[in-house]
Every structure is written in structure tokens, then in C-alpha cells.
């Protein structure tokens, strides 16, 4: 913890962590020592985590990297932090993120950009670390702790974790309580470990997961001792490879590196198969559509009354002045344009036309997955990102369809509420970290985990 700390000090340009807990490091950290010396020592004790400021930890700034809840210090911990301090887990302060977890690069944080510690050889320029969960990964990739937490709607756990070199997984629709998560799309909404190793994910998504009554879509299932699972044999599992994601213009180091990674799992006795996932191209219009539909509700709770910031009024302005002025400078560009879409697509006039046929979608999506399941296969194996990194602004800049194209790889999984696993797979030409992603059967995490495991 101390190594820690210290660590997070000098590593300020990086903006990571944008609040600090040292205090009450220091004391979980004193605690889990107590619990060592006692021989009660659970599974993450005194384990040193960041934690994404998604996440409502008591009596500590919770901000989702909004302005609207400047000042929100939550009165609850959530059920994902309460289990992992539950198990011995030490807070080391809140990550950086994009605002309320819309985004791809972590450009739309309040507190300005994280930074990617990898850099392209021989240039010096700074890159993203993706996102949303862009500071868990920097965090993470740079050595500033251990592990962090994040969460994925769209890819927010696996696009960063490829971006930095990291391992990320996305857990089954229900697997982890999204009870004190701020709320993006609650239907698909999950938080995952960020780790240097498939082990470390294992273990502890093993403390992060199981029932909680408070969350309705909480799988009241048994939770297996996943890091028993990483058995290192993957004899005989089918491995599909989806035509569909075999994107036109995909830079061919992506697809030289996917080409690897089915070598590798075949070399350690896997069967490769090809698979068609029809839909897979509506998937991202889907997405674009629900999430913000579902972002659009969820957000309607800030206000100016409840939660955080509320705009100085003028003399005569009423309450509906006070919803207008403090949302129009709370909320970034992003979530605005978000809620309007959202807003839009849940309107009388076009509910039909957009949202419904947008769910219709995804259930088509879901379907050809369990099509293939069904068929036998074990796990999926794709990209995990269409490019490496890319530069602070160069997609910012441009139309945000650009940089919505980013997730064309991972929000199938959300949609059809899948188990996915970012895994670092090699560098490009640049020296660049890629990442492959597995998609894994329904509550089917240790296996996807132990394949992943093949991979490293
Ligand atoms: N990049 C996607 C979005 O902006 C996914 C974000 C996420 O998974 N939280 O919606």
C-alpha cells in the first residue's frame, strides 16, 4: 500500500487518480496486517485497488467524472466495494473515467483526461488509454496498484484493458450486484476486475461477484472457484471464429494477431471452428440506440435537488429554470447529446420506429449467439479492439460516430449479456500493446478465464 501511494504521487501527469484515499488506505491496509497476523487472511487481504469513481464509496467523493455531482460524498458503499473490503481489499483513492462512463477514450472525464504510460516508439506524443474506464487501466498498466475496478456497458472494461496491456473481463449479465454503481444503461451495465493476469482476475472476480437481494437483476446463482478453473487444459473446447468480425479496412496487424491466437489455442489441443454471427453488424446501431434510451431515464434523477451541483439562480427563475440551468452546466457535451438521443428515441412518435425495433435487434443478437452455443462451441475469439491506441484528441475532434466505431467489437456481448475477456496478445508494429477478447457462454466465466489463460 505504502509502495502504492508513494507511486501515485509521482505519477500525477498520468491523472489516474482524481481523488485520494491514503488515510483510510493506510488503515485497511493496518487491518488486513491484523487479519494476516490472526491467520484470517481472505482472499484479496491487504491487496492495494484502485477504484472507479462509478462506484459509491462511503464518505468519499463519488463523482462518475461529472460535474453534476460535485461535492456527492454517497451515505452507502456499493455492494461490488463492500465485498471486495469484505474480503480484505485495500482503497487506494477513485480512478478517472469518462463522464458517467459514456465514452472511449476517457476525453469526457471533468477532470480532464487519463493518460496511456505506453507510448509509440520514438514518439513521445500522449495516447489514450481508452475507456471508459480509462484510469483503472492506466492505473493498472503503469504499476500504481495492484487492480483496479471498472465497468463495461459497451467494452469500457475490454477496449481499455487492449489499449493498455492489461487483462479486463466483463462478467455475465447478473453475475456482479450493480447496486451503488452510478447507473449508465442499467440493462447492460456490469463491473469486472482490471489486473496484470488472467489470475488475478480470477480471484478477484471471485470477491466481486454473488447474489445481493438490493440488485433485482442479481443471478441467484452459486458462484465456482474460478481461479481453481485455470487449469492450463483446453483439450478438445470448440473455439468459434466469427466471419462477421472480419471488418473491411481492419488493419492487418489485427488481423496477423487474431491469426495468432487461433494458432495458439489450436497448438494447446482447442478446435477451431467457423462461425457466422448474422447480426453483428446491427449491433453497434443497437447499442447506440439503448444505451442512451436507458442513459436518458437513469440521468433524469439529477436535477439540482438530490444530488451534487445546482446552478446559482437568478431573482423570478422557478424550479424548471433550476432543472434547465443546472443540467445544461452539469452535464459535458457528451452526456447532453446522449440524453437527447435518448430522450428522442423513447419519444411517442418514434418509441416504435427506434427503441423497439432497437431491442428487436437484440434479440436477433443474442439468438445467433445461442445458435453457436448450442452448436457446440465453447468460446468466441475476436479482437478485442480495431486499432491500437490512438493519440488524445485525434478522435475527440472528429465526428463522435468515429469514435463510437471503437466498440464495434464488444457491444454485441453487452447486448446479448455475455461473459467477455480482454487479454493482451502482443504489440504492433509501433510497439503498442492489442488485445484478443473471448466471449464465453452464459455464466461460463472460469472456463472463458482458463482459456484466456492459454493466451498469455
Ligand atoms: N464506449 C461505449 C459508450 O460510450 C461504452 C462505454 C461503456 O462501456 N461504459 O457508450
Request: proline share 5%.
Amino acid at each position: 500500500t505504502n509502495a502504492c501511494l508513494t507511486a501515485i504521487e509521482g505519477a500525477g501527469a498520468l491523472n489516474a487518480f482524481v481523488h485520494n484515499t491514503p488515510d483510510l488506505a493506510r488503515a485497511q491496509a493496518a487491518e488486513a496486517d491484523a487479519r494476516l497476523a490472526a491467520g484470517d487472511a481472505p482472499a484479496m487481504c491487504g491487496i492495494p485497488l484502485g477504484i472507479k469513481d462509478l462506484f459509491c464509496t462511503k464518505g468519499v467523493d463519488t463523482q462518475a467524472a461529472s460535474r453534476i455531482l460535485e461535492g456527492f460524498k454517497p451515505e452507502y458503499e456499493s455492494t461490488i466495494t463492500d465485498k471486495l473490503f469484505a474480503a480484505g481489499a485495500v482503497m487506494l483513492g477513485k480512478l478517472n473515467m469518462d463522464e458517467f462512463a459514456m465514452g472511449s477514450s476517457n476525453e469526457t472525464s471533468v477532470y480532464g483526461t487519463a493518460v496511456n504510460p505506453w507510448k509509440r516508439s520514438g514518439d513521445d506524443s500522449a495516447l489514450t488509454p481508452g475507456g471508459s474506464s480509462g484510469g483503472s487501466a492506466a492505473a493498472v498498466a503503469a504499476d500504481l496498484c495492484l487492480a483496479a475496478t471498472g465497468t463495461d456497458t459497451g467494452g469500457s472494461i475490454r477496449q481499455p484493458a487492449a489499449f493498455t496491456g492489461t487483462v479486463g473481463i466483463k462478467p455475465t449479465y447478473g453475475r456482479c450486484s450493480r447496486w451503488g454503481t452510478v447507473a449508465f444503461a442499467s440493462s447492460l451495465d456490469q463491473a469486472g476486475p482490471m489486473t496484470k493476469t488472467v489470475r488475478d482476475s480470477a480471484i478477484m472476480l471471485q470477491a466481486m461477484c454473488g447474489f445481493d437481494a438490493k440488485d433485482s437483476t442479481s443471478a441467484n446463482l452459486e458462484v465456482p472457484d474460478f481461479e481453481a478453473m485455470l487449469s492450463g487444459d483446453i483439450k478438445g473446447k470448440v473455439i468459434g471464429i466469427p466471419k462477421e468480425y472480419r471488418m473491411e479496412g481492419m488493419p492487418a496487424e489485427i488481423e496477423k494477431l487474431w491469426a495468432e491466437g487461433t494458432a495458439m489455442l489450436k497448438d494447446a489441443g482447442a478446435q477451431i471452428r467457423d462461425i457466422s454471427l448474422p447480426h453483428t453488424k446491427y449491433a453497434l446501431p443497437a447499442y447506440y440506440v439503448i444505451a442512451p434510451a436507458e442513459a436518458s431515464s437513469n440521468l433524469a434523477r439529477y436535477d439540482g435537488v438530490r444530488f451534487g451541483h445546482r446552478a446559482t439562480l437568478a431573482a423570478g427563475d422557478g424550479i424548471d429554470d433550476m432543472y434547465e440551468k443546472t443540467r445544461a452546466e452539469g452535464f459535458g457535451p457528451e452526456v447532453q447529446r446522449r440524453v437527447m438521443i435518448g430522450t428522442y428515441v423513447l419519444s411517442a412518435g418514434f418509441y416504435d420506429a427506434y427503441y423497439n425495433k432497437a431491442r428487436r435487434v437484440r434479440t436477433l443478437i443474442k439468438r445467433d449467439f445461442e445458435t453457436v452455443f448450442a452448436d457446440g462451441v465453447d468460446a468466441i475469439l475476436t479482437p478485442a479492439t480495431p486499432s491500437a491506441a490512438f493519440g488524445l484528441g485525434e478522435m475527440k475532434n472528429a465526428d463522435p460516430v468515429q469514435m463510437y466505431l471503437n466498440d464495434v467489437f464488444t457491444v454485441t456481448v453487452n447486448l446479448a449479456g455475455l461473459p467477455g475477456v480482454s487479454v493482451p496478445a502482443g504489440l504492433d508494429a509501433k510497439g503498442l500493446p492489442l488485445g484478443l477478447q473471448l466471449i464465453g457462454k452464459p455464466w461460463d466465466e472460469g472456463d472463458l478465464l482458463n482459456i484466456a489463460h492459454s493466451l498469455e
